[in-house]
């Protein structure tokens, strides 16, 4: 199913709590790009049944089949722009989802802490969680794929990175995506967009107030977690460590 990519289509894979949002006002500011907001979120929904905050809104709001969101990830980019920023959470590329579209895209992966991602997602979605609802097993998939098509690592940037120095951050992924820097990335004004997804009321408060990446703060480490996470956080911890090796802000 592989097309040719341009547009340039910047798939970017995050998982959950992982400075994501902030990352897709960055590529918004920019004046030639369009920006997409977890398009497959509602098939994720749609085919786990999980009960996520303002679910029957988001399955209303997008395409609950994982096709039609392909078919749409691979047309032409929203206003005719040279850049389309798809921001995607790991963990809703479901093994039953088709993944060829993937290889006819520019991957980046976004990464965090598992301990502080643990911490920050179970304040917006308290009960049972498992290792796959912070993406990393997936996003470490989807990680080898794109470094096997393209004989090399793809583009890996750490959230902490981000907030500590986001010209430099930014500009390295920019470099490794083949794209210009553009300062507009590093600014932008409040509120929400129109680009954001239904959901934003349940989890965007804070982007929302944003107007640039803030600094990075003090984050849970293992000791800080409670117990019925500590298992989950000692599973993704290699699977974070296979990631962070690769991140372009410690090259």
Not at 159 to 174: I, N, S
Not at 223 to 235: G, N, Q, R, T, V
């Amino acid at each position: 199913m592989t097309r040719p990519t341009a547009p340039l289509r910047v798939a970017m894979w995050s998982g959950p709590r992982n400075v994501s949002t902030a990352m897709m006002r960055a590529f918004g500011a920019r004046a030639d790009c369009a920006v997409s907001d977890e398009p497959f979120y509602a098939a994720y929904l749609a085919a786990t049944g999980l009960d996520h905050p303002m679910r029957e809104a988001v399955i209303a709001a997008q395409p609950t089949d994982w096709r039609d969101v392909v078919s749409a990830m691979l047309g032409p980019a929203p206003g005719g722009k040279a850049v389309w920023y798809q921001k995607h959470m790991t963990h809703h590329m479901l093994p039953d989802f088709g993944r060829d579209w993937i290889d006819g895209v520019s991957n980046a992966f976004l990464i965090r802490a598992p301990e502080a991602a643990l911490a920050s997602y179970v304040r917006k979605r308290p009960g049972p969680l498992g290792l796959d609802e912070i993406g990393l097993p997936a996003q470490v998939e989807l990680f080898e794929r794109a470094a096997d098509r393209l004989g090399r690592a793809p583009p890996v940037v750490d959230g902490r990175d981000l907030q500590a120095d986001p010209r430099r951050a930014l500009g390295a992924l920019c470099a490794a995506l083949g794209l210009a820097f553009d300062a507009a990335m590093l600014a932008w004004p409040p509120g929400r967009r129109d680009s954001d997804g239904v959901w934003a009321p349940a989890w965007y408060a804070e982007v929302e107030k944003s107007t640039g990446f803030a600094p990075p703060a003090a984050e849970p480490g293992f000791d800080d977690l409670p117990d019925s996470l500590k298992a989950i956080a000692e599973a993704a911890r290699p699977l974070y460590e296979r990631l962070a090796r690769h991140k372009l802000a410690a090259a």
